[in-house]
């Protein structure tokens, strides 16, 4: 992974809002719930509660839109901004 990725994937956090695509096609999203320690690997909850364990080395784009949270909008990964990142 090259490092601007690796940061953008470093900086994801618990209640990140985030959507999953591939080939700009919309797979799945949900909320960051967990990570690891190192951050490499993330644990997202969808809609109906299923929790799905994604790797920073897994092939997807993704889209950061909030955080359940708090606001950071110096944070958010927008895909129309050509900010779209696949990991």
């Known amino acids: 992974m090259n490092s601007s990725r690796t940061a953008k994937w470093l900086s994801l956090a618990q209640g990140d809002v985030i959507t999953f695509s591939r080939r700009g096609l919309t797979l799945w999203g949900g909320v960051i719930d967990d990570r690891t320690e190192d951050g490499h ?46 990991c």
């Open 41 to 86: 690997i993330i644990w997202v909850t969808d809609e109906v509660g299923t929790r799905r364990l994604v790797h920073s080395q897994d092939e997807y784009d993704f889209a950061v839109t909030g955080n359940v949270y708090f606001q950071r909008d110096s944070r958010v990964i927008d895909p129309r901004a050509g900010e779209a990142l696949t």
